[in-house]
């Protein structure tokens, strides 16, 4: 479990205000712990990009400003404009230990399908799975494996083997697949019609 550490300051509240810390490069946040009420915060917008645009999952040591606590938290949720894709709101969740969390990881595949390396297209239909877990078992990533897959196969949900927690999400959904390329999908359906033309041929042909 990796750390990232950020500093903030608290911050006032209002749309206005909120309006006016964007203009300075500033993202207004909110920490909190379930339970209680939160604290409204800012970050600069640069100390963000760790913690937001990253293959990982990171556990956040806050510190705020002027106080001498350190909080342990994980980005809960992120904002973004839509037209400038800039951060625009965030919220840190408040770990309790002892006191499971429910958080995205993402999946890190791991190897090259044999079925890729026959020929076959491999296709990561899911990039992250939520899962209950204590906070001192938050992992980076669960890495899977799919060195064994071929062309056709389908790696799920219940395939995966990660015992820190439960994950949340449906077992049937399809996380990993290799698929048949173009070109031999192509080939074996002008090999079907072939047949079926002269299947087709042979039946006009024989007498009546």
Not at 15 to 37: C, T
Not at 46 to 72: K, Y
Not at 108 to 134: D, M, S
Request: glycine content about 8%; charged content about 30%; proline content about 4%.
């Amino acid at each position: 479990m990796s750390q990232v550490t950020l500093t903030v300051d608290r911050r006032e509240v209002g749309k206005k205000y909120a309006r006016a810390l964007r203009r300075e490069e500033k993202v207004p946040g909110v920490y909190y712990v379930d339970g209680e009420s939160g604290i409204p915060i800012v970050a600069n917008r640069l100390a963000l990009r760790p913690i937001v645009f990253t293959a990982d999952t990171h556990v956040v040591d806050m510190a705020i400003n002027g106080e001498a606590e350190r909080r342990s938290c994980i980005l809960k949720d992120v904002d973004f404009d839509p037209v400038s894709g800039n951060i625009v709101h965030f919220d840190l969740l408040g770990l309790v230990e002892g006191q499971a969390v429910e958080i995205p990881i993402p999946l890190k595949f791991t190897g090259q399908a044999v079925g890729e390396i026959a020929g076959g297209v491999a296709n990561a239909v899911l990039n992250k799975v939520r899962v209950k877990c204590l906070p001192k078992d938050i992992p980076d990533n669960i890495e899977v494996d799919v060195s064994e897959l071929k062309i056709g196969d389908n790696l799920r949900i219940k395939n995966i083997t990660w015992d820190q927690g439960k994950i949340l999400d449906n077992e049937a959904v399809v996380i990993y697949n290799v698929s048949a390329s173009r070109r031999d999908r192509t080939a074996t359906e002008e090999g079907e019609d072939a047949e079926e033309v002269a299947a087709e041929g042979a039946e006009a042909s024989t007498p009546a």
